[in-house]
């Protein structure tokens, strides 16, 4: 009640001022009536008694000042006329309220930025319900491998801790009942998943168990995106027919145009698993290719998944059977979704945040600099409203006042900064980035930045403030005291700038030196002038093995006689491409109970001549070759690493070994290179090569063809189309890309962590280096008598350019001896990050240190020459 | 208004304005003039520290005021307590009375 009467009255008095000031103009002259009427009464007359009230009330004027001074709505008002003023102030001086703005956006708009990346993977929940709840679920092999459908099977029907869980596995189909047919990114998933997930489809209905199982009618789910570029968002899609790869299948729910899919942002169409619940044991149900997710029960903790999964992968149960190469030996890695995805990035965006945080100390500490300058310009002025009766407070208000609307201005520009370069970083983002949809500058971040210029405010505003107005305690204006105080502030915040800096480029230097050590690594194979893409086989016909493998034997065949094309290869998994199709190698002569019997090799199925295109080179025997066709006997060749680690110390060529439960036994012909997969990080891992046409189990309906140019194969590019299209102009080519092209983007999370660094490095070094030259600058200006003085006195311009030299280096010196220290703490964070260099790397460390030296020394340059070329005379008799 | 006159002890004004008001509505003169002669001249109020008084009780609930025209057509502002204003000064005395049968129990004690 009396709250709402403040906020109402004090509007009231605010919002009509004159009003507010006659009522009390009216009261305190009603008071002096009725005080001289009172006085009257006694026997003065009337001008006495109006004389005697005024000396009773005292000043009239002050009485009302009093009156008119209780209410929260003076502040406000006070503050206004300080916003007034301070405005006025900044666009007196506009080099110095853009330099100001500038440098504050600047910091402000890269951290706006950095946050709005990290915000949603690292902080922000999933935008599923419950999302904490969300776990993946690997299997322990090598670390973490993708699961199995029959270890799924197991998990989901003993697992106690979980209240639903879901495998999902890649899938492309192709739309062909349309005029245009179109390859779509989709998932084949268990009918559970978007239980899991906890979101419901927008149209139609979810998938059924019933769905799911062998012999089911085909179904499919697909997203909003496909329903408005295919179905012109027709809500009577669901349950009509629609034909992929000229299958019909029905389509039974459409999912919300809201909808993330964080585990396969691109997917557009679902389709059930419909994976054969009786598990035979040498189909794809026992492949590593699948993700399992899952969500925990109410209540149930991580520990407890954790142990209770550890559990079943102990003890077998009689009802599942475990082939050798999904036994669990090494138990499951079970981790939050969100974590999961994060992963691969996390080192990355902290070190980024840890940069950003630098890079905006560094703006701030340019801005206060530039404040503290000001303030030395500005006493006068100060001292002037301390006389005319300003109390300190009222001075330090004022000041502060400049200083947010510095801070402010700062915020707006580094908003409009962030909501550009957020796209440009998006640009620049490797794949591992999850949720890329996610980021944008939204309310989270504007609130960010209201919290950064709140902070920035006080930081920036409360040193100068405490300088600035003490200017009250003074009367001579030439104090020393003073100004030392304020010269020791500038100095060391110019020392903080150069430390910081110095940490902020020789983070960029080691991740530079990481990128090129992993650049300079062998990949195995030889990438120059070579050209890929992968070509999907669709359609009925392409279920017979035999019309797949002619098919592709056609396309390489005309793509072989492209002009410009030296040879040409096909695979069915590529390196550096993220496939990963890995299978459990047996050897004949490894006695079944040794551990090795269930280590996993990458399968190629290959077409000869895939080794000389990839410039894989042969190490010993012989390559595949034409001849080893599916009647031929099976032959295999092998990586190096496979030789060493599987038969040390055998003559590998002859030995016998098995891939998966391939119904027959391949003899090892040769043996070649080790090629990096994955990543050219990671180490090269296993890999076993056989002939397309003697992989019997199944005929892969997705291969690349390999193509090596005569020179750059870019230009080749429509030609080697036209030549598949010659063959079948209705098969998707996909995922061109030259094989430079897939290294480089190999590299891609380091080269996004890389160039961020090596912005705010560039950034920070000017900032320092604006900072040193202003504080020289203006020391030297400061002392020009001085200096004249040293020149009258037989100083030569020689002497004097050293001086000032002298001053900004022995600050540079400090700047980078702390600089020093921090960096090689700091370095600690960065580590993960760092490739075949050392986090100490001394080369690293010598270049930013030269670099920083030499930028400070031409900064401090420019004052130094000002104070040689000084006219000592002119200057003695100015005063 | 003898030698004697005391300036009002800190905190004690709002009681007295509201003690004042409960008698009847009155303006700010009206308020001042009358503690000092109901305290007989020895309480002497200060006309800025009434007025920025009033306007407080006035934005606390306690007080409402109206405008009434006075006979040489000038505007008077009268203060009337509201039925909080009454609640505080019941409150405000008990708590003084307390107060000061203290501070007089502790002086007797003291001779």
Request: aromatic residues 6%.
């Amino acid at each position: 009640m009396s709250l709402w009467r403040q906020a109402v009255r004090g509007l009231r008095a605010l919002l009509n001022r004159p009003a507010a000031d006659r009522d009390i103009n009216d009261e305190v002259e009603h008071y002096l009536d009725e005080a001289a009427a009172a006085l009257e009464r006694t026997g003065l007359s009337p001008q006495e008694a109006r004389r005697a009230a005024r000396l009773e009330l005292g000043n009239v004027a002050a009485v009302r000042e009093q009156v008119r001074a209780y209410g929260w709505e003076n502040v406000v008002d006070t503050a206004v006329a300080d916003i007034r003023y301070g405005l006025r102030q900044l666009i007196r001086k506009p080099a110095f309220t853009i330099v100001a703005v500038l440098t504050l956006g600047l910091g402000i708009g890269a951290s706006a930025t950095i946050f709005s990346v990290v915000n949603p993977i690292l902080f922000e929940a999933l935008p599923y319900p419950d999302a904490h709840r969300l776990m993946m679920v690997w299997d322990g092999q090598n670390g973490r491998s993708d699961v199995t459908f029959g270890t799924y099977r197991e998990v989901v029907t003993r697992s106690r801790t979980f209240q639903s869980m879901a495998v999902v596995g890649p899938f492309r189909p192709t739309l062909t009942g349309v005029s245009e047919p179109e390859r779509l990114d989709g998932q084949r998933v268990s009918a559970d998943y978007f239980r899991v997930l906890g979101v419901t489809p927008a149209l139609g209905r979810d998938f059924h168990a019933a769905d799911d199982r062998p012999g089911a009618p085909f179904v499919a789910m697909i997203s909003d995106s496909v329903w408005r570029r295919h179905f012109g968002a027709d809500r009577s899609i669901v349950g009509r027919q629609v034909l992929f790869e000229d299958v019909p299948v029905t389509v039974i729910g459409v999912m919300p145009a809201t909808f993330e899919n964080v585990l396969s942002p691109s997917a557009e169409i679902w389709f059930p698993m419909l994976y054969d619940t009786t598990l035979p044991v040498n189909g794809r149900e026992w492949g590593h290719h699948l993700h399992m997710i899952g969500r925990l029960r109410e209540g149930v903790s991580e520990a407890q998944a954790r142990q209770e999964l550890d559990a079943i992968a102990r003890t077998r149960d009689t009802a599942f059977s475990r082939p050798s190469w999904a036994a669990l030996p090494d138990g499951f890695v079970t981790t939050r979704l969100q974590d999961d995805l994060s992963r691969p990035v996390r080192p990355a965006l902290l070190a980024l945040l840890g940069a950003v945080a630098l890079l905006l100390t560094i703006a701030c500490v340019n801005v206060t600099n530039l404040v503290l300058a000001r303030g030395v310009e500005r006493r006068t002025e100060l001292m002037v409203r301390a006389a005319l009766g300003a109390s300190r407070l009222r001075l330090m208000r004022q000041l502060i006042t400049e200083v947010v609307l510095l801070a402010i201005m700062g915020g707006l520009v580094g908003i409009a900064l962030a909501s550009f370069a957020v796209d440009l970083v998006i640009a620049l983002s490797p794949h591992e980035l999850p949720r890329a949809a996610a980021i944008r500058v939204d309310g989270s971040v504007l609130m960010f930045a209201v919290a950064l210029v709140t902070m920035i405010a006080l930081a920036v505003g409360i040193v100068p403030a405490l300088y600035g107005s003490r200017a009250d305690l003074r009367v001579d204006g030439r104090s020393r005291t003073d100004s030392r105080g304020r010269e020791v502030a500038r100095r060391s915040l110019v020392v903080v700038q150069l430390a910081f800096a110095l940490v902020l480029l020789a983070g960029a230097g080691l991740l530079l030196r990481s990128l090129q050590h992993l650049l300079a690594m062998p990949p195995g194979f030889e990438p120059a002038n070579v050209l890929t893409l992968q070509v999907q086989t669709a359609g009925r016909r392409f279920r017979d093995p035999n019309a797949t493998h002619q098919f592709f034997a056609a396309v390489l065949e005309a793509v072989r006689y492209v002009p410009g094309v030296s040879t040409a290869g096909a695979t069915s998994q590529l390196p550096l491409t993220g496939d990963q199709d890995v299978w459990g190698v047996q050897f004949e002569s490894a006695s079944p109970t040794t551990v090795n019997e269930s280590r996993e090799a990458y399968r190629y199925a290959v077409a000869p001549g895939y080794f000389e295109a990839m410039g894989i080179p042969l190490r010993q025997g012989r390559l595949l070759n034409a001849q080893d066709d599916g009647n031929a006997p099976r032959v295999a060749v092998i990586s190096e690493s496979v030789a060493k680690r599987r038969l040390p110390g055998v003559d590998a060529i002859g030995q016998r070994l098995r891939i998966g439960a391939s119904p027959g036994w391949f003899t090892i012909v040769g043996i070649v290179g080790n090629v990096r997969q994955a990543s050219l990080a990671i180490d090269p891992p296993d890999a076993v090569y056989v002939t397309n046409e003697q992989w019997t189990q199944f005929a892969d309906g997705a291969r690349w063809l390999v193509v090596r140019g005569q020179s750059d194969p870019v230009a080749l590019l429509p030609a080697i189309r036209a030549a598949i299209e010659s063959v079948d102009r209705r098969q998707p080519i996909v995922r061109v890309a030259t094989m430079d092209e897939r290294v480089s983007a190999s590299a891609a999370a380091r080269r996004f962590a890389l160039v961020l660094f090596q912005a705010f490095g560039v950034v920070a070094l000017v900032l320092a280096s604006i900072g040193t030259y202003g504080l020289l600058s203006g020391s030297v200006t400061r002392r020009l008598r001085e200096l004249a003085v040293r020149a009258v006195l037989g100083a030569d311009r020689r002497s004097l350019l050293e001086l000032v030299l002298r001053g900004g280096m022995s600050l540079t010196a400090v700047g980078i001896v702390i600089g020093l220290i921090l960096a090689i703490l700091a370095s600690r964070f960065l580590e993960t990050m760092l490739f075949g260099v050392s986090r100490l790397d001394a080369v690293t460390y010598v270049s930013v240190v030269v670099l920083l030296a030499l930028t400070s020394a031409i900064a401090c340059w420019m004052p130094a020459w000002r104070a040689s070329r000084l006219d000592p005379n002119a200057i003695l008799r100015a005063d | 208004m003898g030698p004697e006159n005391t300036d009002l002890i800190q905190g004690t004004l709002d009681m007295l304005i509201l003690k004042t008001l409960s008698l009847e509505p009155i303006h700010g003169f009206g308020i001042a003039r009358r503690v000092e002669q109901i305290s007989r001249g020895v309480f002497k109020v200060n006309p800025g520290s009434l007025l920025t008084a009033l306007t407080r009780l006035e934005r606390a609930g306690w007080l409402d005021s109206e405008w009434r025209d006075t006979a040489n057509s000038r505007r008077a502002k009268y203060y009337t307590l509201t039925r909080s204003g009454r609640r505080q000064l019941e409150a405000e005395t008990a708590d003084w009375s307390r107060r000061a049968a203290a501070v007089a129990r502790i002086l007797k004690a003291e001779v």
